[in-house]
């Protein structure tokens, strides 16, 4: 077999490796990303199955999810404008591209909102105006 056929580093050198990996990724933005899109979902979808829009549930994960988007801005400028080792989830230049941002919105609302507000709609419907019985 060639020599160059397997890795042959050294364990100590993969560990390094990976370790420098690890360093490079965005913990803390990549947890208030998941978090604060996973309330706004659970949010949206538990609203019109289980919960009202008026219950506590919903409107607590709707207010964590807006903390956490908050949160979630205000990581990704600090961690862009001052020096880490980390790179960012959402780099702050985005915010600048305008044609970049208009995608991202109307893939957020077309693709999730869309969807969603017609569930709901069609819920909403479905349960205040039962149909009648025609003969």
Aim: proline content about 6%.
């Amino acid at each position: 077999m060639p020599a160059s056929f397997a890795s042959h580093a050294a364990p100590e050198d993969e560990q390094r490796k990976l370790k420098a990996i690890l360093q490079r990724l965005d913990w803390v933005g990549a947890c208030l990303l998941l978090s604060a899109s996973l309330l706004l979902v659970t949010a949206l979808v538990e609203a019109t199955i289980r919960f009202t829009w008026s219950s506590g549930p919903t409107i607590a994960m709707l207010v964590l999810s807006a903390i956490s988007w908050i949160s979630f801005i205000a990581w990704e400028w600090y961690i862009t404008t001052h020096e880490r080792k980390a790179e960012p989830v959402f780099p702050w230049r985005f915010f600048y591209n305008k044609p970049w941002m208009g995608m991202l919105l109307y893939v957020f609302f077309r693709v999730e909102g869309g969807p969603r507000l017609n569930h709901s709609l069609h819920l909403l419907l479905q349960n205040n105006f039962p149909r009648r019985r025609t003969l």
